[in-house]
T-cell receptor
Framework: RKEVEQDPGPFNVPEGATVAFNCTYS??????FFWYRQDCRKEPKLLMS???SGNEDGRFTAQLNRASQYISLLIRDSKLSDSATYLC?????????????FGKGTKLSVIP | DVKVTQSSRYLVKRTGEKVFLECVQD?????MFWYRQDPGLGLRLIYF???????EKGDIPEGYSVSREKKERFSLILESASTNQTSMYLC??????????FGDGTRLSIL
């Protein structure tokens, strides 16, 4: 069964705060992991891939724990422009291709 | 930069109509996907295609069909539109088997 679970939020944080999002997945055969960002009434856009060793891109840090089937996203020094919905996405093998399963998203509002 | 173009941003149709949603990509990607997105339900896969004339059902294919006659074009068809198909529809294509690129979305209302 394919499932990706996220806390829906909303997370309301002040500017400059550090915020962490968590995600769990149920398919142990999952191979690749991503965080997408979606602004209101816009399409999802890739924020960053998640690597086994953990990876960082500026203020954003992603981590993966395969044993616990758990993914996290940490945002440091939050900006107003970080306000969006963050989608946890998991890739798993499918018929003839690969498939992505999306979490329902976690809404973040950064408040002045 | 990958470009995924959906034919309409907003569309209003009536119950029972046959509705076509078109998606075109300009990067020669083999894999294309149709999703719908509803509040509280996230993105759900309707159909995908990994080659011309090939199609696979996603999680919620009922009431939909697809057509992939050319590599760059993937069409979603609502055979007989119903009000529960009112939704945001997103087309996507894949780059290097890693990330997906989405079109702007079509907000479809069925009256």
């Amino acid at each position: 069964r394919k499932e990706v679970e996220q806390d829906p939020g909303p997370f309301n944080v002040p500017e400059g705060a550090t915020v962490a999002f968590n995600c769990t997945y149920s398919n142990s055969a999952s191979q690749s992991f991503f965080w997408y960002r979606q602004d209101c009434r816009k399409e999802p856009k890739l924020l960053m891939s998640v690597y086994s060793s953990g990876n960082e891109d500026g203020r954003f840090t992603a981590q993966l724990n395969r044993a616990s089937q758990y993914i996290s996203l940490l945002i440091r020094d939050s900006k107003l422009s970080d306000s969006a919905t963050y989608l946890c996405v998991v890739e798993h093998p499918g018929a003839g291709s690969y498939q992505l399963t999306f979490g329902k998203g976690t809404k973040l509002s950064v408040i002045p | 930069d990958v470009k995924v173009t959906q034919s309409s941003r907003y569309l209003v149709k009536r119950t029972g109509e046959k509705v076509f949603l078109e998606c075109v990509q300009d990067m020669d990607h083999e894999n294309m996907f149709w999703y719908r997105q509803d509040p509280g339900l996230g993105l759900r896969l309707i159909y995908f295609s990994y080659d011309v004339k090939m199609k696979e059902k996603g999680d919620i294919p009922e009431g939909y069909s697809v057509s992939r006659e050319k590599k760059e074009r993937f069409s979603l068809i609502l055979e007989s539109a119903s009000t529960n198909q009112t939704s945001m529809y997103l087309c996507a294509t894949v780059e290097l088997g890693v990330a997906q690129h989405f079109g702007d979305g079509t907000r479809l209302s069925i009256l």
